[in-house]
């Protein structure tokens, strides 16, 4: 053999070697249990070190361990605090980032009985697919698949419940997508305490890409060739992001592609990063982070805040804490013992919702303003969510009243960002009608039929219908930037209202308990 070959060779039976012994390791290890538990047409996982989370440095000092009704605000995921293991699955419909349904499953060190959790959420004792359940007043099943093991559905009927219960019972392997199989290694095998992962495998056209393209700001000065990375583009795989815990969260997000993806070289980042802000889903911390290409992969690394990862969490929003039966216990002893209802436990328990809501606010940058309006919208709408479900038992009604204000106008916000599109589009649908014209040129070179889309000239004298074209193009960019600047005027009038009333209803709370809020 020569040994060119036998080098080649040698690389594949290690790289073989590898792959065996890391499927072996998931095969055996701590989550395989959990994740034969989900179901396999799912698009996202997450998978949760639980154990290494709650005893890193960041989550005792943030304190993400303490019942949920004290630390809904500060953990950026809503956890059992007796919960070794987590693993979730979801159904995401990508244009909006909106899950169809959701699944958690998660493994205790203590196994309450199915009472205690139907006590704790105030729901229905049921049995579904074979199982004991409880369902909850927002329309969610809780079962218990096992001592200390159970799962959690949300945005599903009982019909939908109890097949994915059965289905989940009599499963023997892991159902999951390839793609997100590999990403479940490396919470397996590597220790890394938090792994997200979106499969995107056969979601993108390369025609679709390449328009994209065309209108990239990022792609602006590069003379790549646009069928070679629209081929690229579309050819991706999945992104995964994991982060490790210290006293920090240190974070990676890879992108796989189902061919070298070396053409990115020069503009990856700031494609990505545009990509991202396109989708109103800026995480600033990302523009910080160091860029590697490897093959066929794209990944970006470094530190993200507490508050980004709550941004990357609430595009799913399951709540698994309900699960721990527990009584909440108050770090303000004067609350916790006062009867429900008195003036103490009403003046602690509104503080923690306006404490939650303002925090909610400063991670939107509502506080401190942003770069762009419409890189956040994304998180507007998830927070908005996150408001409507902050607990409101013992809070002020007026403060209720105004909790339910702010997530109405970060929705405004929302529509605001959103019209930009349907106002862009309209606009620039008649440039293109106005544009796409039929010529012929007296020049050297046959006649051509040229329009805004993916226009040929062939021949020589094309000069005159580059200038129109680029001249049609420019008018779409000038439109898209004038609609955004509106957009973004409209969201920065609503957030200064929400400004406005944050700092009113502080000043009536702070003044009516003599507390400071």
Do not use: H
Request: aromatic content about 8%.
């Amino acid at each position: 053999m020569p040994r060119e070959a036998a080098m080649k060779w040698s690389v594949l039976r290690t790289a073989a070697a590898l792959l065996v012994t890391a499927w072996s390791s998931l095969a055996g290890g701590q989550f395989v249990d959990l994740l034969q538990l989900l179901p396999g047409e799912a698009n996202v996982l997450v998978v949760l070190n639980a154990e290494k989370i709650f005893a890193s440095p960041l989550a005792v000092k943030e304190g993400w361990r303490q019942r949920y009704e004290e630390s809904f605000a500060a953990a950026p995921m809503l956890l059992p605090p007796k919960a070794q293991q987590f693993v979730l699955a979801a159904k995401l419909g990508l244009e909006f980032m909106e899950p169809q349904w959701e699944v958690a499953v998660t493994k205790l060190s203590r196994d309450p009985t199915v009472a205690e959790v139907a006590k704790r959420v105030k729901g229905d004792i049921d049995r579904i697919g074979g199982a004991e359940a409880v369902e909850t007043p927002r329309g969610g099943y809780i079962v218990k698949f096992a001592p200390n093991t159970f799962g959690l559905m949300v945005r599903a009927d009982r019909q939908a419940a109890s097949r994915w219960v059965s289905a989940a019972r009599a499963s023997t392997s892991i159902q999951l997508a390839p793609y997100l199989k590999e990403a479940a290694g490396y919470a397996e095998n590597l220790g890394t305490e938090i792994i997200m992962a979106l499969d995107l495998r056969d979601v993108v056209q390369a025609e679709d890409v390449r328009q994209a393209m065309e209108q990239s700001a990022a792609m602006k000065q590069s003379q790549v060739d646009l069928d070679a990375l629209s081929a690229l583009l579309s050819s991706i795989q999945g992104v995964t992001l994991g982060v490790t815990l210290s006293d920090k969260a240190f974070g990676k997000l890879k992108v796989d592609f189902g061919r070298d993806a070396a053409i990115l070289k020069g503009f990856a980042k700031p494609l990505l990063l545009e990509i991202l802000a396109e989708a109103g889903a800026a995480v600033d911390e990302f523009a910080d982070w160091k860029e590697q290409l490897d093959g066929n992969r794209l990944s970006i690394e470094g530190y993200l805040t507490d508050s980004g990862l709550r941004r990357l969490f609430s595009i799913l929003e399951i709540d698994s804490s309900a699960v721990d039966p527990d009584e909440p216990k108050s770090g303000d002893q004067a609350a916790a013992t006062a009867p429900a209802g008195s003036e103490e436990t009403k003046a602690y328990t509104s503080r923690q919702y306006f404490q939650a809501v303002s925090k909610y606010l400063r991670d939107l940058k509502l506080e401190r303003g942003a770069k762009s309006v419409g890189q956040y919208g994304l998180w507007f709408e998830k927070y908005a969510r996150k408001i409507d479900k902050l607990p409101i038992l013992n809070v002020d009604p007026e403060l209720v009243d105004y909790g339910q204000m702010v997530s109405n106008y970060l929705r405004d916000a929302v529509t605001a960002i959103q019209g930009v599109g349907i106002r862009s589009g309209a606009r620039e649908a008649q440039v293109y009608n106005q544009g796409y014209v039929s010529a012929n040129y007296s020049g050297y070179g046959p006649a051509a039929r040229v329009g805004v889309g993916g226009w040929r000239v062939y021949g020589g004298y094309s000069g005159y219908a580059e200038a129109y074209f680029n001249d049609v193009d420019g008018q779409r960019r000038a439109i898209r930037a004038e609609e955004r600047a509106k957009g973004a005027a409209s969201a920065r009038d609503v957030m200064k209202e929400i400004t406005l009333a944050t700092n009113q209803i502080r000043r009536k709370m702070t003044e009516r308990y003599k507390v400071e809020f």
